[in-house]
């Protein structure tokens, strides 16, 4: 399941992101891995992303795989 979400934060030495989910409120997904294939500089707050959950009843079994 993809879902759209808004970037809130970025670890470029990890490449992972903290999440907020649109629809949830104060709810924020950390620690989830980012695609090697987006640049780190595109990586910024605020920005709209697209999650990838492999598993939708496991929302630490998740990706980023766009940002726009």
């Known amino acids: ?5 808004t970037l809130k934060g970025f670890d470029s030495v990890t ?3 903290t999440v ?3 629809g949830s409120i104060g709810y924020f ?3 989830v891995p980012v695609s090697r294939g ?11 992303v697209a ?6 009843d496991n ?9 726009f």
């Open 1 to 5: 399941m993809v879902v759209k979400g």
């Open 15 to 17: 490449y992972k992101a």
């Open 20 to 22: 907020q989910v649109d």
């Open 29 to 31: 997904l950390t620690g």
């Open 38 to 48: 987006i640049p780190s500089l595109e990586m910024v707050g605020g920005r709209t």
């Open 51 to 56: 999650v990838l959950f492999f598993s939708p």
């Open 59 to 67: 929302p630490d079994d998740a990706m980023v795989t766009g940002v």
